[in-house]
Each structure stands twice: as C-alpha cells, then as structure tokens.
C-alpha cells in the first residue's frame, strides 16, 4: 500500500507559477510511475503529466506542454509538478497518482490517489 499526499496549492494570477509537490510513502515509492490529473468543476478528470519511476520518461497533456514540467526527487520520495504560465483555465483539484505497473496517461493506468490540492488561476 502507498499513501500520496499532495502539497502547493493555492491562488495564483494568471501568468503566475507554481510548485505542486506529491509526497509518497514506503521504501518502494522510488520504484513507481507517477502521474498527475486535474478535475475542474464540473468536468472529469483529466491527464496532466506523468514520470516514469527512474525520471527517464515523461508525458505531458498538450494543454500544459511547455508550460509544467514534472520532475522527481527519490531521495525524498516526492515528485513535483512545476506550473509556469498558468491560466485560469488550469484552474482544478490536482491529484498524484502512482503505480508500479509503468508510466501510463489514462487514469485506470494507476493504482493508489493521493487526496488532492486545489489550485485557483485568477484572470
């Protein structure tokens, strides 16, 4: 079992960044995929980004390529989601998720979800 916590959330204004953090437990962490999707209101959940266990491989929507970056820090067991150039339209709960079955961009790629954090893009 892995427990995912996310962390960075917040308000932000258009044009402005910021770090989304997913913290995950357990020595095996390191050896997971991670993703990270977004609902907004309304809407159903959707691909962000993902790494692959090792950070060799990403993936990242259209929406948010060249504007997030996804990164991981085993040592810390966390990976992050770096957000530059936000729009309110990036505005949604952003989950993590992980998996030890490889980098996939479909939810039913991953097996356990951290809570999730909000993030609000203000125009």
């Known amino acids: 079992q892995v427990q995912l916590v996310e962390s960075g959330g917040g308000l932000v204004q258009a044009g402005g960044s910021l770090r989304l953090s997913c913290a995950g437990s357990?020595?095996?962490?390191?050896?997971?995929?991670v993703g990270w999707f977004r609902q907004a209101p309304g809407k159903e959940r959707a691909f962000v980004a993902a790494?692959?266990?090792?950070?060799?491989?990403?993936y990242y929507a259209d929406s948010v390529k060249g504007r997030f970056t996804i990164s991981r820090d085993n040592r810390q067991n966390t990976v992050y989601l770096q957000m530059n150039s936000l729009k309110p339209e990036d505005t949604a709960v952003y989950y993590c998720?992980?998996?030890?079955?490889?980098?996939?961009?479909?939810?039913?790629?991953?097996?356990?979800w951290g809570q999730g954090t909000q993030v609000t893009v203000s125009s």
């Open positions: 357990g020595r095996t962490f390191s050896l997971y995929a």
């Open positions: 790494i692959s266990w090792n950070g060799g491989t990403t």
């Open positions: 998720a992980t998996t030890q079955r490889g980098i996939g961009r479909t939810l039913s790629s991953y097996d356990y």
